[in-house]
């Protein structure tokens, strides 16, 4: 039987990405004479948000992606929000718009999202590009961080994802949706599981690659895990002792699988990556 246990390591991947992201834009530099710009918008007083597009600009910073960041007063108004997406859109050196969830309660957060240009959506969360992706035309679209994320890791531990049972456990627009998706245009037989399904532990084990995207400290046990399988935690949680921990009960279930991401240093690192990555691509497509 093939080694069981290895750690994928997202760290080490994510830079290997950040390193393909900084060439490809020191080429379109060469080539054009400007490197992509991103727009962050943080409309909320999160204090969790403002730590994580402080870090989204510091990795544009290290890969050459022009960043500015917006960050409005909480209370701005509705009306307000969008005139600024609007700006954006009309700005011929913006390529990437993201604007950082969640929104206060008095934002209409899919119509903000629907506002957004498809074409510098680098969130991928547009109708239009999640309707892409859906469809399985995935050239044109811009596709969720995340997703992208766990799918490079799949790829880098060696994962065989051609007529593989996938399970993925959540249906988020952000991760769940989007990674079936992806994991069926690679030709997996792909089953989504959510809070109502039945039986879950047991169709959990029947996977040969698990997606674990609930938000439930520690909620795959080891006896969900099938021997071999690859897994992929995109939990990121605090357990009762405030630590950082994923969906998976990291210890029981590398025991049984091939090879699976730890939490913290799994798929956390892979996002930034892939932002920047998508950001890249947006430039590529609107500029050349
Ligand atoms: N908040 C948490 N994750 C994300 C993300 O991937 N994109 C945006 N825009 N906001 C988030």
Redesign the pocket.
């Given at each position: 039987m093939a080694k069981l246990g290895d750690i994928i390591d997202g760290r080490e991947i994510s830079k290997k990405v950040r390193a393909e992201v900084k060439a490809k834009v020191d080429a379109l530099k060469a080539k054009i004479g400007t490197t992509p710009h991103l727009v962050v918008v943080l409309a909320s007083d999160d204090p969790a948000?403002a730590v994580?597009v402080r870090n989204k600009g510091k990795a544009a910073d290290e890969v050459g992606i022009r960043n500015t960041q917006h960050t409005l007063p909480a209370d701005t108004s509705a009306e307000d929000l969008l005139a600024l997406v609007e700006k954006l859109n009309a700005d011929p050196d913006v390529d990437g718009i993201?604007?950082?969830?969640?929104l206060p309660a008095h934002h209409d957060t899919e119509a903000v999202i629907r506002a957004i240009d498809p074409t510098k959506d680098v969130?991928g969360?547009h109708p239009n590009n999640a309707g892409r992706l859906a469809r399985g035309d995935e050239s044109d679209a811009l596709i969720?961080?995340?997703p992208r994320g766990c799918i490079r890791l799949l790829e880098e531990s060696g994962a065989q994802l051609e007529g593989a049972n996938a399970v993925v456990l959540g249906r988020s627009r952000?991760v769940g949706r989007p990674v079936a998706d992806l994991l069926t245009n690679r030709n997996a037989t792909v089953t989504v599981c959510h809070s109502r399904t039945k039986e879950l532990p047991a169709i959990a084990a029947r996977a040969d690659v698990l997606v674990a995207a609930i938000g439930r400290p520690y909620f795959v046990k080891g006896s969900f895990v099938k021997f071999g399988a690859t897994v992929i935690d995109v939990g990121i949680n605090r357990n009762d002792e405030g630590k950082l921990c994923g969906d998976v009960a990291f210890t029981a279930a590398r025991e049984r699988a091939r090879a699976i991401t730890p939490v913290p240093r799994g798929v956390g690192p892979m996002?930034i990556a892939f932002?920047l990555d998508n950001t890249l691509i947006a430039a590529t497509r609107r500029r050349s």
């Open positions: 948000s994580y993201l604007v950082q969830l969640p969130d969360l969720p961080c995340t952000l996002t932002l």
